[in-house]
């Protein structure tokens, strides 16, 4: 298992995170577009940063530098999907089968499951990406579809699994 701290982002992580989102190795499994600037990055995490935000996103930090991502995302305005979020991930390439991804989801769901009432956890995934596939399974997200043709990536439309996590013992009232 890797070395590395788990925290939530703050606003002065903007050039880490142009980095990792702009890495040719990692782009190619996201829905980020290419050439991201530091200064986009600096107003969205300032956005994040705001009270009452929903979103919530950790970096796995090594040596100072950020080795990966891992975010929740409310997946729409409708009142009556509140209970569910989106998740989104990523690990720079040379901090892969290390252990990274697995910190930050143990993370990420432990808060998602104690402190953020989210019943539902749901996100997409290029159907070619086995290791994130496998790492999604251990943490007990579901295959429920396949989009066909879902992006567009280096020149070629590709497919993408639809994943979700349910809460596994969601919270009751009482003892």
Request: aromatic share 6%; charged share 25%.
């Amino acid at each position: 298992m890797a070395d590395v701290l788990i925290r939530r982002v703050r606003a002065n992580d903007a050039e880490g995170m142009a980095r990792l989102m702009g890495d040719p190795d990692t782009l190619g499994h996201l829905l980020q577009l290419p050439y991201p600037s530091v200064e986009a990055w600096r107003t969205r995490l300032a956005e994040w940063d705001q009270p009452g935000r929903s979103d919530l996103l950790l970096v796995a930090e090594a040596d100072g530098a950020l080795v990966g991502n891992a975010g929740l995302n409310p997946v729409g305005q409708a009142l009556r999907r509140r209970h569910a979020m989106g998740l989104g991930i990523a690990v720079a390439s040379d901090w892969r089968r290390r252990g990274v991804g697995s910190q930050l989801l143990a993370a990420l769901l432990d808060t998602a499951d104690r402190w953020l009432g989210c019943l539902r956890i749901e996100l997409t995934v290029y159907t070619d990406n086995a290791a994130a596939i496998a790492l999604y399974r251990k943490f007990g997200f579901e295959v429920e579809g396949t989009h066909r043709a879902f992006a567009l990536r280096d020149g070629r439309y590709v497919d993408a699994l639809a994943m979700a996590r349910l809460h596994p013992n969601p919270p009751r009232i009482g003892a």
